[in-house]
């Protein structure tokens, strides 16, 4: 079985301050990870990706998350918060094949405060 | 440009109507998604079709119903027997991977949000 954790449903931080943001998995076969963003009303868009290729993948708008096996972690992070980044992410991970279901984790608020 | 089309943006049912959300896509992709999405729980699937004229139920199937007669398209019906409908839906596709291994990436429409009227 397989299951993503984001480990806060909100986090707020000072525009120009760094972000993290936490997920953690669990999953029988070696995994593939996303994040996603979601503005409000919209749909979701890849920030990036992990596929067992290098375990520190970067992504659009200066985000970049690190693969951590002996942690079962994949945090996303940033160097300096802008006032757009302000929105939900989701940790996904996928199991390939045939069928290819994709779990969620439960989102997480990012505000950026002034 | 490739994407996924839905529509309508908004769409607003009379109580003990039937409701058809549309999904398109022309990223030539097997597999499609419909997923509802309600404040504080995150995404939960509906249903799922990975190759045309095939669809499994997700985990929450009850009082929906699809069609996947072409590959291009993934209409998602909410029945009259859905008690609580009101929610954003969003549909994704992915490409039909072969790898154990190895995930593909969704790609997601814009959603619609339906409302109970």
């Known amino acids: 079985a397989q299951s993503v954790t984001q480990l806060d449903s909100h986090v707020s931080v000072s525009e120009g301050t760094p972000v993290l943001l936490r997920c953690n998995y669990s999953?029988?076969?070696?995994?593939?990870l996303f994040w996603y963003v979601q503005h409000p009303n919209k749909g979701l868009q890849l920030l990036l990706k992990?596929?067992?290729?290098?375990?520190l993948v970067k992504g659009i708008n200066g985000f970049e998350a690190e693969f951590k096996k002996s942690e079962t972690s994949f945090h996303l992070t940033k160097p300096s918060a802008h006032m757009s980044d302000a929105a939900e992410y989701f940790c996904?991970?996928?199991?390939?094949?045939?069928?290819?279901?994709?779990?969620f984790g439960t989102g997480t608020q990012l505000k950026v405060e002034l | 440009d490739g994407g996924i089309t839905q529509s309508p943006k908004y769409l607003f049912r009379k109580e003990g109507q039937n409701v058809t959300l549309s999904c398109e896509q022309n990223?030539?992709?097997?597999?499609m998604y419909w997923y509802r999405q309600d404040p504080g729980q995150g995404l939960r699937l509906i249903y799922y079709?990975?190759?045309?004229?095939?669809?499994q139920k997700g985990d929450i199937a009850e009082g929906y119903s699809v069609s996947r007669e072409k590959k291009e398209s993934f209409p998602l019906t909410v029945t009259s027997a859905q008690k609580n409908p009101t929610a954003f839906y969003l549909c994704?596709?992915?490409?039909?991977?072969?790898?154990?291994?190895?995930?593909?990436?969704?790609?997601f429409g814009q959603g619609t949000r339906l409302t109970v009227v």
């Open positions: 994704a596709s992915t490409k039909r991977n072969t790898l154990r291994s190895e995930g593909t990436e969704a790609f």
């Open positions: 999953s029988s076969y070696s995994p593939s």
């Open positions: 992990y596929t067992s290729a290098a375990t």
């Open positions: 996904v991970g996928s199991i390939g094949g045939g069928g290819n279901k994709l779990t």
């Open positions: 990223l030539n992709h097997d597999a």
């Open positions: 079709s990975q190759i045309v004229n095939d669809f």
